[in-house]
Nanobody, 119 residues
């Protein structure tokens, strides 16, 4: 059984930092593209950052200069550090593991962790 378990959400002061972690079991993340998504109330789920198998990392523009996405394949864990948080970062954050196989796309999701940026 595959599980992705996020942690690290909660209340963050504007301008503060948040660090999210995702521990995977049942898969080896070294074989997967790992992604962080978020969904704010009333909005669609959006991609925040991707750590691709070739080592490249993609960030959406709004977080690019203040975020660090790291992965530890040995610990089967990924983390997202985001500095200078603002109200637009308020959302449920989801960890995603994705792998393309011939004719299909495998997607696993965590249950999500709430991040609220507020004073």
């Amino acid at each position: 059984q595959v599980q992705l378990v996020e942690s690290g959400g909660g209340l963050v002061q504007p301008g503060g930092s948040l660090r999210l972690s995702c521990v995977a079991s049942g898969i080896e993340i070294s074989m997967y593209e790992m992604n962080w998504y978020r969904q704010a109330p009333g909005n669609e789920r959006e991609l925040v950052a991707s750590f691709m198998l070739d080592g490249n990392i993609y960030y959406i523009r709004s977080v690019k200069d203040r975020s660090t996405f790291s992965r530890d394949n040995a610990e089967n864990t990924v983390s997202l550090l985001m500095n200078n948080a603002n109200s637009e970062d308020t959302a449920v954050y989801y960890c995603n593991a994705r792998r393309a196989v011939p004719g299909d796309l495998i997607d696993y999701w965590g249950q999500g962790t709430q991040v609220t940026v507020s004073s």
